[in-house]
């Protein structure tokens, strides 16, 4: 993460401010994606202003037929959609 850091404070001229632990901002956007997936009444003030341009998802294991498959793209987030 230091070097994350002298890299943005070079290109942006600022100091990013860094108060809250990554994995817990990662955490907070995935929950706050799940309920605009869900249409929760929480989230119904927000707006959405950001695009995926292309699909986020992962690797699963997939029965097909007898056989496992692996390496099937599931995806979590689709392409264009807001997040």
Do not use: C, K, Y
């Not at 992962?58 to 498959?69: A, D, I, M, P, T």
């Amino acid at each position: 993460m230091p070097s994350v850091v002298r890299f943005t404070e070079a290109l942006f001229g600022v100091t990013p401010r860094h108060e809250l632990p990554p994995d817990e901002a990662v955490a907070m956007g995935a929950a706050v994606q799940a309920a605009l997936e869900a249409n929760d009444a929480q989230v119904e003030d927000l707006i959405v202003t950001d695009i995926a341009p292309f699909s986020l998802g992962v690797s699963v294991v997939e029965q097909v037929g007898h056989r496992l498959v692996e390496g099937v793209f599931s995806p979590i987030i689709e392409r264009g959609t807001g997040g």
